[in-house]
């Protein structure tokens, strides 16, 4: 029962957008999946096609409370960066063990990396979203500054919303690239299909079947999929490059 | 995506846009203030892959870090740095990219190629 831990480099990447998709494509490939979110103004409901209104029960809430969209089961837990026995909490309910029958996707907010830092040891991977932007790239030294060489070296890596029409973007992409090199899971072009969907209360892969940050998102969630027989210990992406087709259009 | 948009890549076969005719040559640019900055933060040097899983690895327990995919050989960021003169670059590095792999504009090169390679 992996544990994938998502988490931003800076408000605003798209964290909650990744582990929203990754959870989707870890259970269309058969996994009983679990999002948690722990942030106190959370818009994980959004990207299932749920109303804004809807408010996420708590992760130890009984199963007839349960919000479950296509099998995954949405839960919060927004006292989880304050509870000291949240990791051994998550060991008792199964996790951290081994196998792709249940996993649990952990959408952190970026504000808080001192519970990230302590969860992603645990975790089978450490997926951290970043920006093709100038002020996410300017706060990334600060960012190394403070994260643990363990935390660091479990990172795998997702540029969100590139856009690749703007000369700035494009050079900051081939930057982080070139500074993560293998470790980067792929990138997810930026579509505004993304915040339709969520205006028209639908999940994406509904709203706009062909949009490009839905096929790229599934790519990176397919890539991610090893990291499940990976419990209790980080995987890293160590895959090719990113090449010609991760990074350009189709 | 707009209904029009939608329609044209009907007509193509195809699911979304190609950016190639954005693409540019970066060594043909000026470098960005921001990305000179960085690359001479030495903070940056601790996501250096190499020296970074080698650190974890000592300070965790060994295969802490499972690798699933074949690992490609990669450069030190040390080695950027050293084009600053703080310190010797990898040889490993030098033999890649050869001895014009100097400085920043050697960087913006590199990628420029990797760009007209289609990889980037």
Known sequence: MPVIVCHGLKGGAGTTFLASHLAMTLSEAGADVTVLTTAHRNTLPLHFGLQPAMTLPSLFAPAEDAVLVSGINLRSHVRAPEDPDFVPTLSDMGYLETGQDRVMVIDVPSNEFAFARRVIPHASAHVCVLNAAADTLALMPQVLDEASPESIAAASFVINALDETRRLSRHSAAFIRELVGTRLLGRVRLDESVPEAIAMLQPLAKYAPSSAALADVRAIGAAVIPALETPGRPWVARGSAPSSSASRAA | ?120
Do not use: C
Not at chain 2, 64 to 72: D, G, I, M, R, S
């Open chain 2, 1 to 120: 995506m707009r209904i029009d948009a939608r329609n044209l890549l009907d007509k193509l076969g195809k699911n979304d846009f190609a950016y190639k005719e954005f693409e540019d040559r970066f060594s043909e640019l000026e470098l960005w203030p921001m990305l000179e900055a960085l690359l001479r933060d030495p903070r940056l040097q601790a996501i250096d892959p190499v020296e970074n899983v080698a650190t974890a690895a000592a300070a965790v327990a060994e295969q802490a870090v499972v690798e699933t995919f074949e690992p490609l050989q990669t450069e030190p960021l040390s080695s950027l740095f050293s084009r600053y003169g703080q310190g010797p670059a990898a040889s490993s590095a030098s033999d890649r990219r050869g001895p014009q792999a100097q400085d920043v504009r050697a960087m913006l090169r590199h990628l420029s190629d990797l760009g007209s390679q289609g990889k980037i």
